[in-house]
């Protein structure tokens, strides 16, 4: 016999919901997702993405070797309300939202009904490829680790399916996705605070390892070029930014391409992998001064944006993502005339960039008032300019190679 233990929440559909705290080997062999049946038409949810899984799988085997927090809240329903009557006995409270009940479940199979797995399917699912992975090995001592994980439940005991589907859709169709980008903030200051936590939870994401000279880099930016007019990047709650500005996130993401064809380019022309922790640095350091000679290139050539950047959307979040993945390209690929620019020098970036961005034909476009716009004026914000229609993503890419053709088919 299984003692469970429930807190008593608010009512939801005629059930209550209980909060309770229960292992994956107690639930292993009870549960099942109401997974669609086209043929049925019974059932309301998608099978979960392997890629998920697996990459809770993966965290599992990592959690193993260097704990870090798991996410591992799921919501279960049973489908037989009987049972809220027959199996739970309080224990401490008046029988309303915060009392206390203790659940009676026999062993064996006397209750044949399943906890419908509503909220929660590829973390339970991770966890199970996981355990299943061990059992394949034979590995005991791991399927019992496995089965020691807990996860904290919310319960209910509701007979009709639909009732059950309709928490689904209240928890996934009416959740809003939260903006995380102060998260990548946080990050950054932990893993520079040396917080262990933190640096267990990031030594196995290979994507972190540059993120974290990216981050390095964009903390940097700040107050490092007169005219890029930096410091414009934004952590959230934070207010007086000049516009147009960017997040932290947001340009540690955008800076990512430079630092990467940056690394590509010293590795081939030293033929020498980058690995070390000064080799690193000095890079980081050299992305700084490689952008900062792009940006004051572009500001030399168009004259009139410092001072009225609010008047131009090229330092706006989408568009300068365009540049800065123009300016990863020439890197790498620079005009057929120059192949080996400074890629550090202000005056070499402008000879590649003045013809392309005064005159080229990517940058001639009808604004929305009817009125062909070129150039500098291509970037002016709203319906003066042209360039607000390039914001999605395969717009956005249209325009970067479009810029980066014609500067490699444009002799400086």
């Known amino acids: 016999m299984n003692e469970l233990y429930l807190i008593k929440g608010n009512n939801f559909g005629g059930s209550s919901m209980y909060t309770c705290v229960l292992p994956y080997g107690f639930l292993k062999d009870k549960t099942e997702v109401p997974i669609y049946d086209p043929q049925t038409k019974i059932g309301y949810q998608r099978k979960s993405k392997a890629s998920r899984v697996k990459a809770i799988f993966s965290k599992l085997v990592t959690y193993f070797k260097n704990p870090s927090p798991l996410i591992d809240s799921i919501n279960l329903n049973i489908r037989n309300k009987q049972l809220e009557k027959t199996q739970l006995t309080l224990v401490d409270g008046d029988g309303g939202p915060g009392s206390l009940y203790k659940m009676m479940w026999p062993d064996g199979e006397s209750i044949k009904d399943k906890f419908q797995i509503v909220d929660g399917q590829t973390r339970f699912n991770g966890v199970e490829s996981t355990y299943k992975e061990y059992e394949k090995n034979n590995n005991h001592k791991m399927m019992y680790k496995v089965d020691q994980l807990t996860f904290s439940v919310n319960l209910t005991f509701l007979d009709a399916i639909w009732d059950e589907a309709y928490i689904f859709i ?243």
């Open 170 to 412: 209240s928890i996934n169709k009416n959740a809003k996705k939260v903006d995380t980008s102060l998260g990548e903030r946080v990050i950054h200051e932990a893993d520079l605070s040396g917080n262990v936590l933190f640096q267990n939870e990031i030594k196995g994401d290979k994507k972190y390892i540059h993120r974290r000279s990216c981050n390095n880099i964009a903390d940097n930016l700040a107050g490092s070029s007169v005219n890029w007019g930096w410091p414009r990047i934004k952590d959230a709650n934070e207010e007086k930014v000049p516009s147009p500005n960017v997040t932290f996130e947001a340009m540690s993401r955008f800076i990512e391409p430079v630092f990467l064809a940056l690394k590509a380019w010293k590795e081939n022309k030293t033929n020498k992998e980058i690995k070390s922790q000064s080799d690193i640095h000095k890079l980081e350091t050299e992305t700084l001064a490689s952008i900062d000679a792009f940006w004051d290139a572009v500001f030399e050539i168009y004259s009139n944006i410092p001072g009225n950047e609010s008047k131009y959307s090229i330092q706006k979040s989408s568009l300068a993502e365009v540049l800065f993945n123009v300016h990863a390209e020439i890197i790498l690929h620079p005009h057929s005339s120059m192949p080996n620019y400074n890629r550090y020098k202000k005056d070499d970036y402008v000879k590649l960039l003045r013809k392309p961005l005064e005159s080229s034909a990517t940058l001639k476009d009808k604004n929305a008032n009817g009125k062909s716009v070129s150039g500098e004026d291509f970037w002016l914000s709203g319906d003066d300019g042209a360039a607000g229609k390039y914001t999605s993503s395969a717009a956005k890419k249209e325009l970067a190679d479009n810029i980066y053709k014609e500067i490699i088919t444009t002799k400086p």
